[in-house]
């Protein structure tokens, strides 16, 4: 995966796929996320992206 498949994942912000969490210090609530990723069809969950324009 490239920054630009990134850019574009992220690009409509989070939604039933996608859970974007700013740091690590969140890893509880992503570790939730990636359970309820596994029990259903999936998704992304990014931590601590912060991308350079």
């Given at each position: 995966?490239?920054?630009?498949?990134?850019?574009?994942?992220?690009?409509?912000d989070e939604?039933?796929?996608?859970?974007?969490?700013?740091?690590?210090?969140?890893?509880?609530?992503?570790?939730?996320s990636a359970?309820a990723f596994?029990?259903?069809?999936?998704?992304?969950?990014?931590?601590?992206?912060?991308?350079?324009?």
């Open positions: 995966m490239t920054i630009e498949d990134i850019k574009q994942l992220i690009a409509n939604h039933r796929a996608l859970e974007l969490k700013k740091t690590t210090g969140e890893l509880k609530d992503g570790m939730q359970c596994l029990n259903t069809e999936g998704g992304w969950l990014i931590f601590a992206l912060r991308l350079h324009r």
